[in-house]
């Protein structure tokens, strides 16, 4: 199970914090990643982050303004946008990376809108 927060309303250059707190699985073992899905869009990835935090991917509509990263202890990550853009107005789900299975949280909304 995963369960989103953190989203809200920000304005163009703000910054948001958002967490998921992760349940029912190996977390300490899986390689996460944040997605993000805009209206009358497919779901995209937006970052990944090794079990071990030691390796970091992005895409590259975001890369330099967002960081992931993870708590195996607490099995929650994060993901930390800076200088946020309107095109990143979306819903954003965690998941583990390729995910096989057809479960996603219910997503946080993130607007940036002035």
């Known amino acids: 199970q995963f369960v989103e927060s953190g989203g809200g309303l920000v304005q163009p250059g703000g910054s948001l914090r958002l967490s998921c707190a992760a349940s029912?699985?190996?977390?300490?073992?899986?390689?996460m990643a944040w997605y993000r899905q805009a209206p009358g869009k497919q779901r995209e990835l937006v970052a990944h982050?090794?079990?071990?935090?030691?390796?970091?991917n992005y895409a590259d509509s975001v890369k330099g303004r967002f960081t992931i990263s993870r708590d195996n202890a607490k099995t929650t990550v994060y993901l930390q946008m800076n200088s946020l853009k309107p095109e990143d107005t979306a819903v954003y789900y965690c998941?583990?990376?390729?995910?096989?299975?057809?479960?996603w949280g219910q997503g946080t909304q993130v607007t940036v809108s002035s």
């Open positions: 998941n583990v990376l390729n995910p096989t299975s057809d479960y």
């Open positions: 982050i090794s079990s071990g935090s030691a390796s970091t």
């Open positions: 029912g699985l190996t977390f300490s073992r899986l390689v």
